[in-house]
């Protein structure tokens, strides 16, 4: 549904993978969240659980609607 003279519901899909973008992802989803569907996406970056985990739960992220499970390697592995 489209209000008149501005934006309606939208279905943002937010990408992140490193720390700093889960910090800003932190700072900016719940004003996102508040007004529009988020589908929250994890690269895989830090792969392991603990970590990654430590960092979702620290700053209060929600879990990821997806892992891309991308890992360590090469840059041509990832």
Avoid: W
């Amino acid at each position: 549904m489209v209000r008149q003279g501005g934006v309606g519901n939208l279905r943002i899909v937010s990408i992140v993978g490193t720390r700093p973008q889960l910090i800003k992802a932190a700072a900016l989803g719940p004003a996102l969240r508040a007004r529009h569907e988020e589908v929250f996406i994890d690269t895989g970056q830090h792969y392991d659980d603990a970590l990654a985990g430590a960092f979702f739960a620290e700053l209060g992220l929600p879990r990821p609607d997806c892992v891309l499970a991308v890992g360590g390697g090469s840059h041509a592995q990832q």
